[in-house]
């Protein structure tokens, strides 16, 4: 295999696995970061690195991990568990 061939078949390979959203860790957001999100993806879409502009501290790939989890059932209970923690 030529040198080309060799970096072709090790990129395909190293980067053939996907993350499930089952194996995220939870992204716990503030209500007011959460309503953000919200609102802007209403008026601009799934642009999270315009979105995460308005968050401080926050990166897209965060902004889109929390989109993507925030209504699976997996991450209900744990939403539900930081709320009643959150409360007490």
Do not use: T
């Not at 080309?4 to 503030?30: G, L, P, T, Y």
């Not at 953000?36 to 879409?45: D, N």
């Not at 990166?59 to 989109?67: C, G, L, N, Q, T």
């Amino acid at each position: 295999m030529d040198k080309r061939h060799q970096q072709q078949a090790k990129a395909s390979s190293c980067c053939s696995d996907e993350v499930s959203s089952i194996e995220w860790e939870f992204i716990n957001m503030s209500e007011q970061e959460g309503d953000l999100i919200y609102r802007m993806y209403k008026l601009v879409g799934d642009r999270w690195g315009l979105i995460a502009g308005r968050i401080p501290r926050r990166k897209a790939e965060e902004i889109e991990r929390f989109w993507i989890m925030r209504d699976k059932e997996v991450f209900e209970n744990r939403r539900r568990e930081l709320k009643k923690i959150s409360s007490s």
